[in-house]
């Protein structure tokens, strides 16, 4: 059973940076794509970014769209998300997953995934 951990998460005023990280316990985990989602108090689980293993290909969600990047390291089966010129709004746990079968039209879907981190807060405040 591959187990996803996140960590990086933390308390930033608006207009800072954080680096969230996700590391694979298998090492011979070969996702097709990961993902990050978040969850804010009282909302759903909403789609941030997620990256294609093999080729690289990205998407992101148009609230996160040119101030996020994910990528990743394909050797150490680690994804990575920059988040710059963060807002209030982005307040919320944020989740790592994968999946090694999941369809590109499924990809933003949460239920779609196999594999979940146990999350990390991320708290953008003054």
């Known amino acids: 059973q591959v187990q996803l951990v996140e960590s990086g998460g933390g308390l930033v005023q608006p207009g800072g940076s954080l680096r969230l990280s996700c590391d694979a316990s298998?090492?011979?985990?070969?996702?097709?794509?990961m993902a990050w989602f978040r969850q804010a108090p009282g909302k759903d689980r909403e789609f941030v970014a997620n990256?294609?293993?093999?080729?690289?290909?990205?998407g992101y969600a148009d609230s996160v769209r040119g101030r996020f990047t994910i990528s990743r390291d394909s050797a150490k089966t680690t994804l990575y998300l920059q988040m710059d010129n963060l807002k209030p709004e982005d307040t919320a746990v944020y989740y790592c997953?994968?999946?090694?079968?999941?369809?590109?039209?499924?990809?933003?879907?949460?239920?779609?995934?196999?594999?979940w981190g146990q999350g990390t807060q991320v708290t953008v405040s003054s």
């Open positions: 997953t994968g999946d090694p079968s999941i369809i590109t039209s499924e990809m933003r879907n949460p239920g779609a995934y196999a594999y």
């Open positions: 990256i294609r293993w093999n080729g690289g290909h990205t």
């Open positions: 298998e090492r011979t985990f070969r996702p097709r794509a």
